[in-house]
DNA sequence: GCAAAAGTGTTGTAACTACACCCATGT
DNA sequence: ACATGGGTGTAGTTACAACACTTTTGC
């Protein structure tokens, strides 16, 4: 006999912004239960809707977000997570280059905003629960899959890899043998044009990542290892 | 509006004979849709229960088993995914060591049975899918944690877990440089027994995984590699 | 004594870590 | 000229891959 349950979906959409560091976006709840407080943007699933779709849409509509990387994180079950009563959530992990959207409040929010991930207000329900899930896979994926560069702007100065991946796993890393693994891949390609300098220093070189060079790397059966010793 | 829909849970579960083989649990369906069909353990989730709670109650209910290793694998959430309409499954993957449990046929189903990995029968859903993204998942996650060791007996032969890593990984391995590779680590307790003679051959010494010393690496930061390359 | 499975060491090579100084630009 | 961030090479060490023969048992 079987009887039906409420089904949502929650987004933990991450993005790195230009002052270089990593961003989560949240929305501010316009209803209750927690209303004014902050949570991941999210929603219920609709009838003969597939999930994933129910993401996408809800983020469009809370936010105006449409994300390029989106993968399914884990399923929270706890009959206790939602007051209103058991309510299952599938969550989802977004990655995004912030600098392609403008952030728009939809209409069950009044505010949605980037939040640094190292210091965010409290959240409604599980979702600080979810959020750490989400930046440990993350963290963990990173390591063996190009996806940070789903992070940054298409065109980026090395740096901006560098600081993520320290951000990431959360030690510094030696800058020289960081370059020099991932140059041996051959996933960069380095475009002749330098960074407009920002304030003093050297101008960096740019560059792309290569996408269609990993693939095949990949499909030659080449594991990617992204992962690095701490600096002492 | 949040509209409620049908959840269930599905499980694949993993067994390592003695015969040497990874086999799947599969029951054959009482009902329709799908009667007389070979299908994974499963069924809806129940009013305020945990659906990790539901998974094991399915798995007691429909065979007799009570697994010691269970993870969430991934929610499939295809609306035509089941004839009857929008029903959205939480699969989860299941390891266990076939001695323990005898198999029991439950209620709902007619029948309840291991199938090897290599010869499976049609499947009713979409749970050949479900399956192959765990068979993908648990060669993945081999590699980086010991849950290999799930799947054996207590007391094992080495050429057992040589055996299984050779099915997960889909290739021969060079049994010197694997065996080096794990007594290193050191999380095999080399115990002072031999196998009974099977056949013909050398009997085997017997080891025992142990879990203390696996977790005492683990937190000290240390990253356990069990792939291994493909011998030519 | 032969078939079947278990057990074991060495050597060359490739990959990684550690480490510090010069360069280009803005102010 | 100085502050800021960008860019680079080498040497010692370690970890890995490749590889084949001997041992113990049952029949």
């Given amino acids: 006999m079987p009887i039906p349950i ?3 979906v929650d987004a933990v959409v991450f993005g790195y912004t230009p002052q270089r560091d990593l961003h989560v976006l949240l929305i ?3 209803h209750d239960p927690f209303a004014g407080h902050w949570a991941l943007p999210g929603g219920f699933v609709l009838p003969n809707e ?3 779709h129910a993401v996408r849409r809800e983020l469009k509509e809370e936010a105006g977000i449409e994300p390029d990387y989106l993968e399914q994180l884990y399923t929270f079950g706890n009959p206790n997570r939602d ?3 058991q309510v299952v959530s599938v969550a989802y992990y977004v990655l995004v280059k912030p600098s392609k959207f403008t952030l728009t409040a939809g209409t069950d929010a009044t505010d949605a905003q980037w939040w640094p991930i190292a210091d965010l207000p ?3 329900f599980d979702h600080a629960e979810i959020l750490q899930v989400a930046f440990n896979r993350l963290s963990a994926k990173v390591t063996y899959e190009p996806i940070g560069f789903e992070l940054l702007d298409e065109k980026f100065p090395f740096s901006h890899l560098e ?5 990431l ?3 510094s890393i030696d800058r020289r043998n960081f370059r020099k693994k991932i140059m ?3 996933i960069l390609e380095s475009l002749n044009e330098k960074s407009a300098p920002s304030g003093s220093g050297r101008p960096a070189a740019l560059f792309r990542f290569n996408r269609a060079r990993y693939f095949e790397l990949k499909n030659s059966g080449f594991a990617l290892d992204l992962s690095t010793p701490a600096v002492k």
């Fill in 28 to 30: 501010q709840r316009g």
């Fill in 50 to 52: 597939h999930i994933e």
């Fill in 163 to 167: 600081h993520l991946y320290t951000t």
């Fill in 6 to 8: 409420l089904l949502t």
């Fill in 83 to 85: 007051p209103r009563g």
């Fill in 122 to 124: 409290p959240l409604a």
């Fill in 169 to 171: 796993l959360r030690h």
């Fill in 184 to 186: 041996q891949f051959g």
